[in-house]
């Protein structure tokens, strides 16, 4: 690699060929914040190379260019010499070259030293890392075409020696080099590589013939992937805007098999749901959650501790996963009394449960109702009337143990709850009502544990 005079304040030049960029990328590159100059200036008067690459490069290119401090960079210098030229940068991988440098106006950027690897023996990662000077050597590591692009920002100049703008103009995924040792290197290039074919409005890419069937004959790598690092690939999936697509795709080349519970090839009734136009809208968890629909409450908990998910995330799939195929009663108690627990997610939940039916779905629990029976409830939950006292309980446990002479317990906590929901059923509006409705209740006989809850 050659070098410029560092008082020219241009960084050393790339030993890849490079382009003129096109003017959407000149236009691009003056959109940037300025502090990405200054950390540019500061390698390139110290001596040294500095590219913008990666995703920012590829969707810059794809005019999604909608963050524009999410800016990598790959720089000629070590790390420690990175750290003398930012002493505040973080650690956030200094063993593989990589420092988060903080920008004068907040930003932060990722920097990663050129580097070569050696074989991946376990497939995750590799034995060890190199540095080095060569940015062509740094491309040539990486996973897909598009992916491989460099930007000399003070020269305007592009480096693509593996023809990412030609794979992007041709809405292709194409590995660089030889797709089989890509994916050989690390098994999760297998989720990346689905992942980019959802380019959101612009819909569904494809795989370059030698892709495609690597893909399917290296699908058993997932196995030597992390659960958390799938989990992570995994939801970026789900929350995509064609993840109907790409989740069918995935069965059909038998890769949802490698980290979900059951075969999933032939599973015609999920892709139906996955695809309705009532799923359009639809959360990454609760799409996840509703292709977990037909598997028992106990499966899914496992699939969910199995692929690391936080414990709100778990939470929050399993709690939709529970409800499915259950929908309120047809009344006006029933209509607020859902309302109240479902909150904001009541319309929500009664369109999956609408999918549920028209796909032929069939949950642990399936109410017998229609898929008009259900758009009937629909309208008349958008036609009851707000709470008169609101969705709190208008009284609490010492209130009750006050006028019950109950002790303090569970059977107060349940008796709580069954004043609650009658509050909500009947939206009673004070204190005096609720007083009202406990001398009607039986409270004092029976088992407590059959008191009604707060349920629909």
Known sequence: MSSDSASEGLPIIADAAG???????????????????????????????????????????????????????????????MLELFPDAIDTGIEYGTLTLRGTSGGF??????????????????????????????????????????????????????????DLQQGRVRAVGQAYQRLAEDGLRILRAYRFLDRGKAGIWQFDAELAEALKQHRGMLSHVTNERIWMEWKKILAGENAADVIERMARDEVLDRFLPGQWRAQIHHFHAQNHH????????????????????????????????????????ETIHSRFGQVPNDTLAGLRLYRMIMGDRAEAHLKLEIVIRESGLQ????????????????????????????????????????????????????????????????????????????CTLNWSNGDFEHWPKLEF
């Open 278 to 317: 009532l799923t359009e809208d639809i959360s990454a968890l609760e799409r996840f959650a509703l292709l977990l629909c037909e598997h028992d409450s106990i499966a899914v908990t496992n699939s969910l501790k199995q692929l690391k998910l936080s414990k709100k995330e778990r939470n929050r799939v």
């Open 363 to 438: 949950p642990e629990q399936l109410q017998e109702t229609t898929p008009a029976d259900i758009h009937n409830l629909i309208e008349k939950l958008n036609a009851v009337e707000p709470l008169a006292a609101g969705n709190d309980s208008l009284v609490d446990g010492h209130w009750i143990m006050q006028r019950t002479g109950m002790a303090k317990g569970r059977a107060v906590g349940r008796l709580k709850q069954w004043l609650h929901r009658l509050q909500i059923e009947r939206d009673l509006k004070d204190e005096g009502q609720i007083e009202d409705v406990l």
């Open 109 to 166: 950027y990722e920097a990663t030293t050129l580097r070569t690897e050696s074989e991946y023996r376990d497939g995750r990662r590799p034995e060890h890392v190199e540095f080095g000077t060569s940015l062509l050597g740094d491309l040539e590591r990486r996973d897909f075409t598009f992916n491989a692009m460099a930007i000399d920002v003070r020269r305007g100049l592009l480096h693509d020696p593996y023809h990412g703008v030609r």
């Open 19 to 81: 382009s003129p960029l096109p003017p959407h990328l000149q236009s691009w590159l003056q959109r940037l914040p300025s502090e990405i100059d200054t950390i540019i200036d500061t390698v390139a008067h110290a001596g040294g190379g500095i590219w913008i690459v990666g995703g920012a490069v590829r969707d810059a290119f794809l005019h999604l260019d909608l963050e524009l401090k999410d800016i990598d960079f790959a720089v000629s210098f070590t790390p420690q010499r």
